[in-house]
């Protein structure tokens, strides 16, 4: 067996969505010839609530070395826990690398920031390393809370200039999807032909539903109504996903009688993750006179679990991607697992539009870009329309399986192990 570290400043029990990635790596990598070791930041730094079953999905032997880090009381300093846990994350990777033969360095991000942990340890003991892109490190001018001088101007100045300096030494860069890492690339021309590049997503886990039975686990934002037809989006909103949003909206209201009966949820959508009244949804849905009629909105994240079994418990999932190419959403592949319909609306470049398509799991409307989200307001409803008829008739028994076996979770971990293979080996 292989060994590699992984980095993840934040690991269950933390209920960010980011850990997902790092806990399959490490729950498959055995069956592939890497024994993974955790080093991640102690749970009593993280700032956000604690979700507990996510412990639960972790497996029995895996090694988690737990680090301290930077308080943010009673004074708050700085937040980003890859600051924060920097120091102790690096002194612990080079105690695993002074004490055992280590193979690999592996680090995803965001935290991105941690990226340079990969850099500074090639430097200290000439361990290859590689980083994966769960999101883009550098980013256009696209927030719109972006002014000059403050904390979203200074992260994509910063990212600017740190990516070069974390990436030159890289063994392996690997993404959710190509688009992901393709501009690292770019900016980077050096790493071409000499590092190995590889995507996947994170992918879907049919034993995370198993849990889910095993713990009991009931919905409790909405109950089933046989004359109500319930579609769950669960996950944080992106900032370039409310333009879509505001054009579905506007369907809807322009066809009100068409979703007579029809709800649509909106789950951890809020402006901070644990915020009861940091509505997002709410506001536009009151533009439209839709609000708690056929849109209804719990900003709050809730507890991972919680959330697949309120996809499990509608009568269908709602996919909502972004204005932006490279994004591609893994509650595709929960809303598969979850055994219910899929309707999305995605940017034509999202591989989840093969995925749903090819499988047969749902119905999607694709859209080119920013300059293309009219065709949103115009098709809408017809598509909506064609998607409850397909949804009347879902069997999931007839969902192509062994298509959707490619994006399972082992699968996937399979094709990062693989790449780890090759990087070691150049």
């Known amino acids: ?7 993840s400043p934040h690991f269950p029990p933390s209920n960010l969505v980011g850990v997902h990635r790092s806990r399959l790596l490490s729950q498959h990598l055995p069956d592939f010839g890497w024994e993974p070791t955790i080093v991640t930041v102690h749970h009593d730094y993280y700032e956000e609530e604690l979700d507990w079953n996510l412990v639960e999905l972790l497996p029995e032997n895996l090694r988690i070395e737990r680090v301290g880090a930077l308080p943010t009381e009673p004074v708050r300093l700085v937040g980003n826990i890859g600051v924060r846990g920097f120091v102790p994350m690096l002194r612990r990777i080079l105690s695993l690398i002074d004490r ?5 360095l592996y680090i995803s991000i965001p ?16 361990l290859p390393y590689g980083i994966d892109y769960r999101d883009p490190w550098v980013q256009p001018r696209w927030h719109p809370e ?19 300096i ?4 890289a063994s392996l860069i690997t993404g959710v999807a190509e688009s992901y890492y393709e501009d690292v690339l770019t900016r980077n021309p050096h790493l071409k032909g000499r590092v190995v590049t590889e995507s996947a997503p994170v992918g879907g886990e049919a034993r995370d539903f198993q849990k889910v039975q095993e713990l009991g686990l009931q919905p409790h934002l909405f109950e089933r109504d046989a004359q109500t037809f319930d579609l769950v989006y669960a996950g944080a909103m992106l900032p370039k996903a409310y333009e879509p949003l505001e054009r579905m909206l506007r369907a809807i209201a322009d066809h009100r009688e068409r979703f007579d009966g029809v ?5 951890g959508t809020g402006k901070t993750p644990d915020d009861p009244e940091g509505y997002n949804i709410r506001p536009l849905a009151e533009k439209y006179g839709l609000w708690q009629d056929v849109i209804f909105e719990h900003p709050a994240r809730i507890p991972y679990l919680e959330a697949l079994v309120h996809q499990e418990a509608a009568d269908a999932v709602f996919v909502l991607g972004s204005t932006e190419s490279h994004y591609t959403p893994s509650k595709v592949y929960q809303g598969v697992l979850a055994g219910n319909p899929l309707l999305a609306v995605l940017h034509e470049a999202s591989t989840a539009c093969e995925v749903i398509r090819a499988t047969g799991a749902g119905k999607v409307l694709d859209f080119a870009g920013e300059a293309d989200v009219g065709r949103i307001e115009e098709q809408f409803a017809d598509v909506f329309g064609d998607f409850r008829g397909f949804a009347e008739a879902f069997d999931p028994d007839k969902v192509d399986r062994e298509y959707f076996d490619q994006y399972s979770a082992r699968s996937t971990t399979r094709t990062l192990a693989d790449a780890l293979d090759r990087a070691v080996g150049k």
Do not use: C, Q, T
């Open 1 to 7: 067996m292989k060994k590699v570290v992984i980095v």
């Open 100 to 104: 055992e033969n280590i193979d690999f």
């Open 111 to 126: 935290s991105s920031f941690a990226a340079l942990l990969g850099r500074l340890v090639y430097e200290l003991r000439g």
């Open 146 to 164: 972006e002014k000059l001088f403050n904390k979203h101007w200074i992260a994509r100045k910063l990212a600017n200039v740190l990516e070069p």
């Open 166 to 169: 974390a990436v030159k030494e």
């Open 263 to 267: 709800r649509f949820h909106f789950i």
